[in-house]
């Protein structure tokens, strides 16, 4: 195991609901990220944190509101979403932001939004 | 655009032989490239970082070649396992710490 883990593993939603992923490391680490990985694309980051404040936000949809409460947790609110939204969204920690350093990511929770 | 060319195709190797991935990438400044693993219903796990004045940088059976001149990585495994199955992922990060990832190329050794 990592040290990051999600929760849940699984989620399917429909376009009308409101849903929570959570994301905890367990590793002492002052940054946390968002990432989306959609069948045969790139993986996509889409929020970073450090220190519990966003420094990042690659242009996402309002429908998506991370929160990140403390270091260790890391949350993505997930509103009116679409059915392009389906994807597995990854969590991933690092010690410090800069300069660059190694990612843990966490398993993923697998959306599916119908 | 931005972009990072992984072999879309997957990549079957016999067992004990040397699996060579490839990574291209055009109009992107990489301070750093990294290179991933990831199985099916994971998260990616890192390998191996590379800096942009290194040419070669190895762990255990993992070699990384980076050229800036051809905008190239190499990731090669050597004596590989069927247990070396997976997607394998090039990413890039440059001065100002932003990352984009390939698609990842599949990998299967073959017993």
């Known amino acids: 195991e990592t040290g990051v883990t999600q929760t849940p593993r699984h989620l399917v939603m429909g376009m009308t609901n409101k849903k929570s992923l959570k994301c905890e490391q367990h590793?002492?680490?002052?940054?946390m990220y968002w990432y989306k990985q959609s069948a045969k694309k790139p993986l996509e980051l889409m929020f970073v944190y450090s220190l519990e404040e966003r420094v990042e936000n690659n242009s996402v949809p309002s429908r998506f509101s991370p929160e990140c409460p403390n270091s260790s947790h890391l949350f993505l609110h997930l509103h009116t979403l679409q059915p392009e939204d389906s994807a597995l969204y990854l969590c991933a920690s690092s010690q410090v932001l800069r300069p660059f350093n190694e990612q843990f990511f966490g398993p993923g929770t697998r959306l599916t939004v119908l | 655009s931005q972009k990072i060319e992984q072999n879309s195709e997957a990549l079957n190797i016999q067992e004990g032989k040397t699996a060579t991935l490839t990574c291209n990438y055009t109009n992107y400044s990489p301070a750093y490239l990294q290179w991933y693993r990831q199985d099916p219903g994971r998260g990616p796990v890192f390998l191996l970082l590379i800096r942009e004045n290194e040419k070669e940088k190895r762990k255990e059976r993992l070699k990384v070649t980076f050229d800036t001149t051809l905008k190239q990585s190499l990731f090669h495994i050597t004596a590989s396992q069927p247990a070396d199955s997976a997607t394998y992922l090039c990413a890039l990060t440059n001065r100002d710490d932003k990352i984009i990832f390939g698609k990842g190329t599949r990998l299967h050794i073959l017993p």
């Open positions: 590793l002492g680490h002052n940054a």
